[in-house]
């Protein structure tokens, strides 16, 4: 499989991820949970999700449509390349680092979420990894 391919399956992935986060929001409750929330703590909680949301789907765009872009050495698709490596990397290490284990730890559908997202951001990462790499070598 060619890194093009790998990019586009990233990109499939995202625009995936962009629709769970729609069944996340019934699944969790959401709704009924922020409305315990201030005013001001549940308009930032909507807004942000709905900016993380945009910001995915814009994502899966760049990389489901444009991974010759991507792939093209220059300095914008390095700086893009750079953010996305800092930007799923960093949601990889959170996975780990800030989730509490006791979420997840002895539920059995809870363990599989975590082992698989972790698995997302890690193949998320390496394939943005992978296309830097390129950039630096070509």
């Not at 991820?17 to 549940?42: A, D, P």
């Not at 800092?86 to 002895?106: A, E, K, N, T």
């Amino acid at each position: 499989m060619t890194l093009t391919l790998h990019l586009q399956i990233v990109g499939v992935l995202m625009f995936l991820l962009f629709l769970l986060n729609f069944v996340v929001w019934k699944r969790f409750k959401w709704w009924e949970e922020i409305q315990k929330l201030s005013m001001l703590t549940r308009q930032v909680f909507i807004v942000h999700s709905f900016f993380i949301m945009l910001s995915i789907a814009g994502f899966g765009v760049v990389s489901l449509f444009y991974p010759g872009t991507l792939l093209a050495p220059t300095e914008l698709g390095r700086l893009v390349l750079i953010f996305l490596v800092v930007f799923w990397g960093s949601r990889l290490v959170m996975q780990w680092c800030v989730y509490d284990w006791r979420l997840w730890r002895g539920d059995r559908f809870n363990t599989v979420v975590h082992f698989v997202f972790s698995g997302v951001w890690a193949y998320f990462t390496g394939v943005y990894a992978a296309a830097l790499w390129r950039q630096f070598s070509t």
